[in-house]
Nanobody
Framework: QVRLVESGGDLVQPGGSLTLSCKAF????????MKWYRQRPRKAREWVAS????????TYSDAVKGRAFIYREDAESTVYLRMNNLTPEDEAVYYC?????WGQGTQVFVFE
């Protein structure tokens, strides 16, 4: 049984930064492409970023490109999403995904 556990959501001021984490259990992590999605208030869930298995090819949505960095630590079965220069439009629940499995989400608030 695969389980994904996100953490790192917080209240951040506009222009601030944070790093989200997702630890995977029951998964051949090093061989898996990992993804981050988010769901903003009253919006559909949207893809944010992906990282392939080694050599860790990264892709980003246009909404976060240049402000986000996705990386992985295979030894810890953990994928991270670093977000910089946050705006109120980044306020969302952020979800980790692999295949058909999803985490429970971690909430990011962005306001003064």
């Amino acid at each position: 049984q695969v389980r994904l556990v996100e953490s790192g959501g917080d209240l951040v001021q506009p222009g601030g930064s944070l790093t989200l984490s997702c630890k995977a259990f029951g998964l051949a992590f090093s061989g898996s492409e990992m993804k981050w999605y988010r769901q903003r208030p009253r919006k559909a869930r949207e893809w944010v970023a992906s990282i392939s298995k080694r050599p860790s090819i990264r892709t980003y949505s246009d909404a976060v490109k240049g402000r986000a960095f996705i990386y992985r630590e295979d030894a810890e079965s953990t994928v991270y999403l670093r977000m910089n220069n946050l705006t109120p439009e980044d306020e969302a629940v952020y979800y980790c995904n692999v295949g058909d499995w999803w985490g429970q989400g971690t909430q990011v608030f962005v306001f003064e």
